[in-house]
């Protein structure tokens, strides 16, 4: 999740909800309680990869507003790295598992 939630805020900043609402729309078949959406942004702050400013402008109770940093720029792109390799790990399998069935 740590990859999807930079990715959105790479998009650009927004607040909690409105990644969870993201994430939703934009990963087939995404199923995550907003609590976990919350405890990994909390966990992005603590690695500096994230930070956020309140916003106020609105009626009702201020937000949060998350925005990538450069640190999380530098997560984002070790996290690009990473699935590349695991899309060649599986591609392999799947080639070799599709070679037992013929």
């Known amino acids: ?4 939630i930079l990715l959105t805020l790479a998009e650009g900043s927004t607040y909690g ?3 969870y609402t993201s994430l939703i729309e ?3 078949n995404f199923q995550c309680d907003q609590g ?3 405890r990994t942004l909390q966990q992005l702050e603590n690695d500096h990869a994230v930070i956020f400013s309140w916003d106020t402008t609105n009626s009702g109770p201020a937000k949060k ?6 640190t999380g720029l530098k ?3 070790d996290w690009k790295d990473d699935i590349e ?3 060649v ?3 392999c399998f799947l080639d070799r598992y599709e070679s037992l069935r013929k």
């Open 85 to 87: 390799k695991r899309i």
């Open 17 to 19: 909800g409105a990644i």
């Open 36 to 38: 976990a959406i919350y």
């Open 75 to 77: 997560q984002l792109d």
């Open 65 to 70: 507003i998350y925005s990538i940093t450069e």
């Open 89 to 91: 790990y599986l591609k």
């Open 1 to 4: 999740m740590p990859a999807f």
């Open 26 to 28: 934009k990963i087939p």
